[in-house]
């Protein structure tokens, strides 16, 4: 299949199909090509660690490590930890199965999700729902997704290195949580959040890399997608890795 017709199959409209079983989809030479593409445009500074501001809460009295799904949830809601509380309407914690293999991290909610409460919606989330199909999958069904930080940062900016860091225990409690079998760090702030190092997502997309003895894969946000339709045909190979390396583990 031609790049042409791959970028056309991954618009909003039309569901991907898999052509290729999943062993055959990532040959050891398109592996090694992948440290040559050239970073994508997204940035952000390292998600490094920085003190948490003195304004935090009372709903910290029971530590973030410590909670459970419910307790997570209305502690992200009365959070506020960093000054992204002042404008949000509304935390976004996640959304889907709390018994998921798949854990898709993306990077901050937008104005869309500031609304309705929930990741990934709008034509990103279209977008993504249909990234989801391409390998079998479905939104809420075996499929957990969260993002770097649960407020809107202000216009949609890049979130901050700081609010990041203030923001981070409650994604490592959905991970510990969940124990999914693999993450997909979807943009460059999702994966060094994860991987606490400076990243780029050329360099970094046909890697596996690690969380916690956690299988972690790179690849583009959708939002980046519907402005850069070329690296679509990047993304779905990003995909079949996926696909690839979850079929491996079934086997292990």
Known sequence: M??????????????WKLRTPATEVMPDAAMETHAAIVESPEANPAAAELPVPSFVSNADAIPVSAMAWDE???AASACRRCRLCEQRKQ?????GDTGADWLFVGEGPGAEEDECGEPFVGQAGKLLDNMLAAIGLKR????????????RPPENRTPA?????ACRPFLERQIELLQPKLIAALGRPAA???LQTEVKIGAARGKLHDYQGIPLIVSYHPAYL???LLDKAKA???????RQTMETRKVD
């Open 2 to 15: 031609d790049r042409e017709r791959i970028v056309h199959e991954m618009g909003l409209g039309p569901i």
């Open 226 to 228: 519907l402005r850069t």
């Open 91 to 95: 935390a976004v914690l996640g959304v």
């Open 192 to 194: 060094q959040t994860l």
């Open 72 to 74: 997570l949830a209305a």
């Open 236 to 242: 779905w190979e990003d995909l079949c890795f996926m």
């Open 161 to 165: 290195a700081d609010e990041i860091a």
């Open 140 to 151: 809420g069904r075996d499929v957990y997704i969260a993002n770097a930080v649960k407020c």
